[in-house]
């Protein structure tokens, strides 16, 4: 792999990276503690929205990353013919 396909992969790996991250710390930090009054006006399966995310919602949303993580990592290796 040259120079320029190397740090293209690089860049897009970072920029996917830090996307997720932003989303984790969205659902994690906003929802669970900045809008937690304001998603406690809701319900959702019988407890209050804020609660909820605070919880659990932020946990699963986490794992659901980690899949979208490895599912996206493996098109981008693909897309510059990167192999283990």
Do not use: C, P
């Amino acid at each position: 792999m040259n120079r320029e396909v190397a740090e293209a992969y690089w860049k897009e790996n970072i920029s996917l990276i830090l996307k997720l991250l932003v989303i984790w710390f969205i659902v994690s930090y906003g929802f669970g503690i900045i809008f937690l009054d304001e998603l406690n006006a809701i319900t959702f399966g019988g407890f209050k929205l804020g609660f909820w995310f605070a919880q659990q919602g932020a946990i699963y949303v986490f794992v659901v990353l980690v899949f979208v993580y490895a599912k996206k990592m493996e098109a981008l290796e693909k897309k510059y013919d990167i192999h283990e």
